[in-house]
């Protein structure tokens, strides 16, 4: 995967390639501003243009990619992501930031300022300025826009079919054989031209993305580490990486790293208790292969700081939970929430422990004061907890009406619209049900089904009726959508 997200210009950084690239040493401009290069690719792909090829491609990659559609976690992520994004330089797209679930360490970015993380990253980052220096790498291959870059490259030297080689992404990441199959014909005979213009891509996005993590109060000196790291595994893998297999990890290429970082000042910093909580869940619940929440780990953090500790008691939970040890989970966690009774983290894991017992009245009573005090700031995990809690205590209406307003304003998270179309079957709401659901498969890229659901939802209601011209309204929006995305399908 990682060689077919270089050779197709993904605008792809993966961690191989990050640590694949050779730049030159500017020590004497670490302080100082680069200019923007990114503009010089505005006569091929506009930034409209970026937004929307963008918004197709996380629309296949929802159906077609193992994503970890975790609410908690994602908050996380773009939480973090926001952070750096707000300290770097020629944003003009707004950013989305992804995880999937895979055990291959890796990490790219594309159109419309979209940046996808692996799973594997929390379990080799030892801590948070580390995960924002593979961010705010990858940021800067957005600012930079690398990706436009490449493709009016490419459309001077013209051997890339751009659009049936970013239709691929999906396939790739999918199954990491069958989309390098797939384009095996389409980079043949252009590697090496390919392969220099992203070394160059790579050298300025470690430049511009250092100065960002510097400036987002991360430790510069996360950058190389974090890339020591990868080489010493390599170093000793039998099995490294195919992308260092044609492009071995120079040492120059760290050097250089170090010292641009040991030219900034060094903080030293401890990483959030999110960073720790996020590190436990993901690893715990989401592990697979050799990415997963083990002793060792658990019995580190307890030797640790404060926020360590509460991560592995917090881990011990998450395991019993795993396990389906629902009262040593419950006894694991309550000493946290006693202690931080609005943390989200363990309100979140308490509410399911509640509803594996079939216990929602626990948890709509734990929920519901929580939810009411902050009213309007109410953390959005923590409504999608109380709307799944009245959901499976069969209070619908109380679900339906949370979730009209947090699917308003929370539109592409698929968890709002899988819930209310569940509490509308609940209540018998044919219509509403279809019409919840149409929103689940357009954010898939299913338009044809998208579209057949809505229809059926404009049957069920009265004729001339305003339900109905909403449904006619969103099905119109739909097959414009349709057929402005057709031009991005692979053939």
Avoid: C
Avoid at 3 to 15: E, G, N, Y
Avoid at 203 to 220: M, T
Avoid at 305 to 332: H, P
Avoid at 439 to 448: H, K, V, Y
């Amino acid at each position: 995967m990682r060689t077919w997200m270089k050779h197709t210009l993904i605008a792809a950084m993966t961690l191989a390639a990050m640590a694949a690239s050779l730049p030159s040493a500017f020590a004497d401009e670490l302080q100082d501003e680069l200019p923007d290069m990114g503009t010089t690719a505005g006569s091929t792909l506009s930034i409209d243009q970026e937004i929307q090829m963008g918004d197709f491609y996380v629309r296949q990659m929802r159906a077609g990619a193992p994503l970890i559609n975790d609410p908690l976690l994602n908050a996380y992520i773009n939480q973090l992501g926001g952070r750096l994004v707000a300290h770097a330089k020629s944003v003009r797209t707004p950013f989305h930031f992804f995880l999937i679930h895979s055990d291959e360490l890796n990490a790219f970015a594309f159109f419309g300022g979209n940046v996808v993380i692996h799973s594997a990253l929390f379990r080799y980052t030892d801590n948070e300025s580390q995960l924002a220096s593979v961010l705010a790498h990858e940021i800067s291959h957005v600012t930079q826009r690398h990706l436009a870059r490449a493709m009016e490259d490419q459309k001077r030297n013209a051997p890339l079919t751009w659009a049936g080689a970013l239709g691929s992404i999906l396939l790739a990441m999918a199954n990491p054989q069958m989309g390098m199959a797939a384009l095996s014909g389409t980079i043949a005979g252009t590697q090496q031209g390919i392969i220099s213009f992203t070394q160059a891509n790579e050298q300025e996005a470690d430049r511009i993305g250092l100065q960002v993590l510097q400036r987002s109060g991360f430790d510069p000196q996360s950058m190389p580490d974090f890339l020591q790291k990868m080489a010493d595994q390599t170093r000793y893998s039998t099995t490294p990486p195919e992308m260092l297999l044609t492009h071995p990890l120079p040492l120059s290429r760290l050097s250089d790293i170090r010292n641009r970082a040991n030219q900034m000042p060094h903080l030293a910093l401890e990483s959030s208790q999110d960073f720790y909580l996020a590190k436990a869940r993901i690893l715990g619940m989401y592990g697979a292969g050799k990415v997963v929440l083990d002793d060792d780990l658990i019995n580190t953090w307890k030797k640790g700081n404060a926020r360590q500790q509460i991560a592995a008691q917090y881990g011990q939970a998450v395991q019993f939970f795993e396990a389906k040890k629902y009262d040593g989970a419950r006894a694991a966690l309550q000493p946290l929430l006693v202690k931080q009774p609005g943390n989200p983290w363990f309100l979140d894991l308490m509410t399911d422990i509640d509803l594996a017992q079939q216990q929602p009245a626990r948890a709509i009573a734990r929920l519901e004061p929580v939810t009411k005090v902050r009213d309007n700031t109410t953390d959005p995990v923590l409504l999608l907890n109380l709307a799944n809690a009245y959901v499976q205590a069969q209070r619908f209406a109380d679900a339906i009406v949370i979730l009209n307003r947090y699917t308003f304003n929370h539109q592409d998270d698929t968890n709002g619209w899988d819930l209310l179309a569940q509490a509308n079957a609940g209540v018998g709401q044919r219509d509403q049900e279809l019409a919840a659901r149409a929103e689940t498969l357009a954010l898939n890229g299913q338009f044809d089904q998208a579209i057949r659901a809505l229809s059926n939802a404009s049957t069920l209601v009265k004729l001339g009726s305003l339900q109905q011209a909403r449904y006619d309204a969103r099905i119109d929006q739909l097959r414009q959508m349709q057929k402005r995305y057709k031009q991005y399908e692979k053939s």
